[in-house]
């Protein structure tokens, strides 16, 4: 019974609020056609009692005009015909009532005033001026004919009782217009204040999002001008060294060694502001691909092995459970290198990282722990953010933070989260945990 009252009323709100039309003349046009339609039913049915056919037939004209104004509206999108039909009639349909219904003892004066409030709702501003003059000529002839010319009007009513009767239906009729007409305007204008309020808001974060990606432009920009400015001037000169002098051989094997980190520093930079460039400024869609966590992970793990085998760093990779992902494979790798980077260069010469994979039910847990020098408290508490500023190594290898708030970016993009657990001179844990995205 409840569903069937909610199924009642939510069908008589869409005929009377054409809710999904942006346009709030077409929405109060649409009220008053249903408002104007139910109250000529009325009147059909009030002459029908009464017995006076020539109001009978009148009343069924016009729900039938209105019938037709309504289905050009709501089906055919023909607001401006309907507008025509509807303004071009009603006013000679108000003459004919006011005849017919015994003048200035009717209540034309309360449809004539209703009638006048909706054109003003829905024309342009320039008919105002014009529905103004017609609704006041149409008023003060007919008038001027019910009082002066009494005669020309044939008596309807056959009592009192039909008269105040009439006149009651009429002005209730009129009263439940006008309220309706106020409401659809005040609950347009509700609308449209929250629309307004919401593109706000909306252009606020829009604007503090391109102000933080502009700041974070200009730290790039310093990044690129200092920290891989540096290196490559050591290289060109270390390079001139080689080429100009007689170098002994343990001398050259040294320059050889620094110019491979050197390289290999400024490689590594290069690519994450390559990474976050690609994936933050230009919002880069992934390939998604399903494929198990071993296959993924271990030809990347292998590169790491003989990188961390230059520090006598050990890798031990295991898997509880070799879970199957559908996920964009490209953003995990990054975030998987990053984190498996980070663990080498804060870890001392002859350290463990040690890489655990395992899934439960929807989500893949993939953990990196190292025995490193680990995070100052302070640090912790905004390791992730984007703030971007040189940090140094077990091995003085330079970095710079990005790393760590890509991938705590992308693992939001991912549907997951990055956690980390570390204490000072007590190595760190990050824990990767992601949906398998299988569902």
């Not at 009978?56 to 209105?66: H, I, P």
């Not at 002859?350 to 994979?357: D, Q, R």
């Not at 390791?383 to 693992?411: P, V």
Request: net charge positive; glycine share 6%.
């Amino acid at each position: 019974m409840g569903s069937l009252l909610e199924n009642i009323k939510k069908q008589v709100k869409h005929l009377f609020f054409w809710e999904k039309n942006p346009v709030m003349e077409k929405q109060i046009f649409n009220a008053t056609l249903v408002i104007v339609f139910l109250f000529i039913l009325l009147l059909a049915l009030f002459n029908l009692i009464i017995g006076n056919p020539i109001l009978l037939g009148l009343s069924l004209f016009v729900a039938a005009e209105l019938s037709f104004c309504y289905y050009l509206l709501r089906k055919k999108n023909k607001y401006k015909l309907a507008y025509f039909i509807f303004g071009l009639s009603i006013y000679p349909i108000m003459s004919l009532g006011f005849f017919y219904n015994d003048g200035i003892q009717g209540p034309t004066i309360y449809i004539l005033l209703l009638a006048h409030l909706v054109i003003l709702s829905i024309s342009t501003r320039g008919g105002l001026v014009f529905w103004t003059m017609v609704n006041g000529l149409f008023f003060f002839t007919l008038y001027y004919v019910g009082i002066f010319h009494d005669d020309w009007i044939p008596e309807m009513y056959s009592s009192n009782e039909l008269i105040f009767l009439d006149h009651i239906l009429t002005y209730l009729t009129a009263l439940a217009g006008i309220t309706i007409l106020v409401s659809t305007l005040k609950k347009f204008y509700r609308s449209q204040k929250n629309k307004v309020k919401e593109k706000t808001n909306e252009l606020i974060q829009l604007n503090r999002s391109l102000t933080k990606t502009s700041a974070q432009k200009d730290k790039i920009i310093t990044i690129i001008s200092h920290d891989l400015k540096n290196p490559l001037q050591s290289i060109m000169q270390t390079l001139e060294l080689m080429k100009n002098g007689d170098l002994p051989p343990d001398e050259v094997e040294f320059l050889h060694e620094e110019l491979l980190k050197i390289t290999s520093r400024t490689y590594s930079m290069m690519e994450n502001i390559l990474d976050w460039s690609s994936f933050e400024l230009k919002s880069q869609s992934m390939r998604v691909k399903e494929i198990r966590l071993k296959s993924l992970l271990e030809d990347t793990t292998e590169i790491f092995r003989a990188i961390a085998r230059q520090k006598q760093i050990t890798i031990d990779l295991t898997y509880k459970k070799d879970p199957l992902v559908k996920i964009e494979t490209d953003r995990l790798l990054l975030i998987y290198r990053n984190l498996v980077q980070n663990a080498i260069k804060f870890t001392p010469s002859g350290g463990t990282v040690t890489v655990e994979v395992n899934g439960s039910g929807k989500w893949v847990n993939i953990s990196i722990q190292d025995n490193g020098i680990g995070i100052s408290e302070e640090r912790l508490q905004k390791i992730f953010e984007q703030d971007i500023k040189s940090t140094y190594g077990t091995a003085q290898e330079k970095g710079t933070g990005m790393g760590l708030h890509l991938c705590f970016q992308n693992a939001h993009k991912l549907g997951g989260q990055i956690e980390v657990k570390s204490k000072e001179n007590n190595g760190s844990v990050f824990v990767l945990t992601i949906p398998n995205g299988l569902d």
